[in-house]
């Protein structure tokens, strides 16, 4: 009765697990919410009854495949910096960076088409080209991102339609894409003529040090599709991305999407442009940054009180995850269960990998939690720790 | 580079016409647009109001795949005259119904998947099924719908994945299925346990006699996905529509939008469901009935009085189209062309059969356009078809 991707299709496991988090008391470090209470909510509320004043019927009436006209201009010049030789050919809205990877995978996906991604990799990517019955090889990263030369190695071997990547605070790791790597994956994808889809949601929110250049901007848009949407520094409701690419592939990707949804929602999108043209985003952004760039703080420090030494983590520069290394041997997904029991959550890494590794990791998020509820579900994961270490060490003496 | 199915998709001949349509002076008989001035915009001001200060960031935050819960209760309380049997597990909300549409050709079709339409048929609806790549079999209908002997006799042959209906006053030809078809159709149905995907989007704009049940309620629900949209009752930009199915294919239809967009737009389903809530719905419904039904009745007298005998017409008791055919032999591209030139449009008909036949026929919307522009626009095309066809007498002479 179904379609053979269907029957690969199914509910996540983690997903599960995290219904039961709904409950009261819990405190979920699992999400990848942006916090609400730093929507810009005021200055939203007047864009849109200037939208609607202003522009009435036309905001609410279908409009065009490609995306509002004046809100693609705004994207391009944002991106203009280093690609000022585009047009808003190059660009066009999506319903969430979501659909821009669904699109992308009807693109150039058919059933077994190889592609490669980060180890681990955005889940959403992978649930995308997944139901397109793509084959999947993950390449290691490091803490500098995906690791150039098993990229090499692996290019000897195969190619693929494209590489996935999220070049700055990767979801699930944190982890950025240095410097000299973009410059290297960028020669690499001369070489082998390898596409590759640049996937940028958290790239405005960085805390420390100075915000990198998208490998969309350094390859002066040749081989890179570079996606990065609204939801983050604005809001997530409002369903407003948008993807960069070749007029030709934008081409391609607006017949796609005439099929798919006919057009993104009209009136958000005229409330981003509105909301764009008050002139009040950078400095949003600012605080957004300072706000998450607090909390990240504070989990840093909880973690070090609180985890015992045998756990490890990494320390973002920006973005809304941290990654978390338990001891090898741990399960990350039976000690989920046991944290929610006390009322803590987070999500096991193991369905980010797609070679199936990572069962000892996990992902912190920091966004979505208050001061208070970090430190305080760090000092949860901590005791749950601790108190299994506890019975890990008792166990073989009982048994013996 | 690009997959297979990118290598079959291709610009619509006709909206490469319509293009040149924009320009000052068209009447556009041609789209398929609700009339913006029918919006009912303050009542959609005041509710967009409302719910940003009464919901906040709420409003405007990431939510749930299936859609808003009060939404769905809402749309569930409407469907349940005869479906009473049926939860709000059964609803759930997409992206404008050509999400839908997209979502279920996911579900259903792999590469060569037999589906039924009917001849003609919803040109967004073909574009979603061969995006997956299905084989397309079309059964004739006539001016009560599809022709249920000709899908008997489809049926004795071949076994579709599902059927693909319009029931009320379909796009493009303006046609609804008599009462007595809905009974069998839905006999057959269950004879050959044959999927229906039943497309409602025009059923409330109905000018005279009665709303038929939909299939959906006939059959309570069994063997039928019943879709329709607030985009022609409401605005179509809100991009807000639903699909009702078993709570098994709603489960499937739920996991596979998650990794198509994550969601509906969180910020329009909240506006619909705070207008729905304010009580004005039907009563604007009764509206734009009475407006529309206006518009038809302008049509068809313009059409009595300036098209020549030779060409025929249907006469759709509601919904936004008219159907036409041109004396056989005629080209309605062609004769389109010529219309341009002479500053009026419609959509010629043969893109709407999958089996490549209706050249001669053509689609008239009557919702968008003012009633001296529905004249002026007939009286436009009747002269050029009076010319044309007086240059097609004259040619063979000038030919001898």
Same mark, same amino acid.
């Given at each position: 009765?179904?379609?053979?991707?269907?029957? %690969? &299709?199914?509910?996540?496991?983690?997903?599960?697990?995290?219904?039961?988090?709904?409950?009261?008391g819990m405190?979920?470090?699992a999400g990848?919410?942006?916090?609400?209470?730093?929507?810009p *909510?005021d200055a939203?509320q007047?864009?849109t009854?200037?939208?609607?004043?202003?522009?009435?019927?036309?905001?609410?009436?279908?409009s065009?495949?490609?995306?509002?006209?004046?809100?693609?201009e705004?994207? *391009?010049?944002?991106?203009n910096?280093?690609?000022?030789h585009?047009?808003?050919?190059n660009?066009?809205?999506?319903q969430?960076s @979501?659909?821009?990877?669904?699109?992308?995978?009807?693109?150039?996906?058919?059933?077994?088409?190889l592609?490669?991604? $980060?180890?681990p990799?955005?889940?959403?990517?992978?649930?995308?080209?997944r139901l397109?019955?793509?084959?999947?090889?993950?390449?290691?990263?490091?803490?500098?991102?995906?690791r150039t030369?098993?990229?090499?190695e692996?290019?000897?071997?195969?190619?693929?339609a494209?590489?996935y990547?999220?070049?700055?605070f990767?979801?699930?790791?944190?982890?950025?894409?240095?410097?000299?790597?973009?410059h290297?994956? &960028? %020669?690499i994808a001369?070489e082998?003529?390898?596409?590759?889809?640049?996937?940028d949601?958290?790239? $405005? *929110?960085?805390?420390?040090?100075?915000?990198?250049?998208?490998?969309?901007?350094l390859g002066?848009?040749g081989n890179?599709?570079?996606?990065?949407?609204?939801s983050?520094?604005?809001?997530?409701?409002?369903?407003?991305?948008?993807?960069?690419?070749?007029?030709?592939?934008?081409?391609?990707?607006?017949m796609a999407?005439?099929?798919t949804d006919?057009?993104t929602?009209t009136?958000? @999108?005229?409330?981003v442009?509105?909301y &764009?043209?008050?002139?009040?985003? @950078?400095e949003?952004?600012?605080?957004?940054?300072?706000?998450?760039g607090?909390?990240?703080?504070c989990?840093l420090?909880?973690?070090?009180?609180h985890?015992?030494?045998s756990?490890?983590?990494?320390r973002?520069r920006?973005?809304?995850?941290?990654?978390?290394?338990?001891?090898?041997g741990?399960?990350?997904k039976? *000690?989920l269960l046991?944290?929610? $029991?006390?009322?803590?959550?987070?999500?096991?890494?193991?369905e980010f990998?797609p070679?199936?590794?990572?069962?000892?990791?996990?992902?912190?998020?920091?966004?979505?939690?208050?001061?208070e509820?970090i430190? $305080?579900?760090?000092?949860r994961?901590?005791?749950?720790?601790?108190d299994?270490?506890?019975?890990?060490?008792?166990?073989?003496e009982m048994l013996?």
């Amino acid at each position: 009765m179904y379609a053979e991707r269907i029957k %690969e &299709l199914k509910s996540s496991a983690i997903r599960d697990i995290l219904k039961l988090t709904a409950r009261p008391g819990m405190i979920s470090l699992a999400g990848g919410l942006p916090a609400p209470e730093m929507f810009p *909510l005021d200055a939203l509320q007047t864009a849109t009854a200037q939208v609607l004043s202003r522009y009435g019927s036309t905001a609410l009436q279908y409009s065009i495949t490609e995306g509002l006209i004046p809100l693609r201009e705004k994207i *391009l010049k944002n991106l203009n910096g280093n690609a000022a030789h585009h047009t808003i050919d190059n660009v066009m809205i999506t319903q969430g960076s @979501q659909q821009a990877l669904e699109l992308l995978a009807k693109l150039f996906i058919d059933k077994g088409t190889l592609v490669f991604t $980060e180890n681990p990799s955005y889940l959403g990517a992978l649930q995308a080209f997944r139901l397109f019955q793509a084959r999947i090889a993950a390449i290691p990263s490091d803490e500098d991102g995906i690791r150039t030369d098993a990229l090499r190695e692996a290019l000897r071997r195969q190619k693929p339609a494209f590489l996935y990547i999220m070049t700055n605070f990767q979801n699930p790791t944190g982890v950025s894409l240095s410097l000299d790597r973009r410059h290297e994956l &960028l %020669e690499i994808a001369k070489e082998h003529e390898l596409l590759i889809i640049e996937d940028d949601p958290y790239g $405005e *929110l960085v805390f420390e040090g100075e915000k990198l250049p998208s490998l969309y901007s350094l390859g002066r848009g040749g081989n890179v599709v570079y996606l990065s949407t609204f939801s983050k520094t604005i809001a997530p409701g409002l369903r407003v991305a948008f993807a960069a690419a070749s007029s030709e592939i934008i081409g391609k990707l607006t017949m796609a999407k005439q099929g798919t949804d006919l057009q993104t929602n009209t009136l958000g @999108q005229y409330i981003v442009n509105e909301y &764009l043209e008050s002139g009040r985003h @950078q400095e949003h952004i600012d605080l957004i940054r300072r706000t998450y760039g607090a909390r990240r703080d504070c989990m840093l420090a909880a973690l070090k009180k609180h985890l015992p030494g045998s756990t490890t983590w990494n320390r973002p520069r920006g973005g809304m995850f941290l990654w978390l290394a338990f001891p090898p041997g741990t399960d990350s997904k039976d *000690l989920l269960l046991r944290c929610i $029991e006390h009322n803590v959550a987070f999500v096991p890494g193991q369905e980010f990998f797609p070679d199936g590794s990572g069962a000892h990791t996990a992902r912190l998020n920091f966004s979505n939690a208050s001061l208070e509820n970090i430190e $305080e579900g760090i000092r949860r994961i901590g005791a749950v720790l601790r108190d299994t270490a506890g019975h890990a060490e008792e166990q073989p003496e009982m048994l013996l």
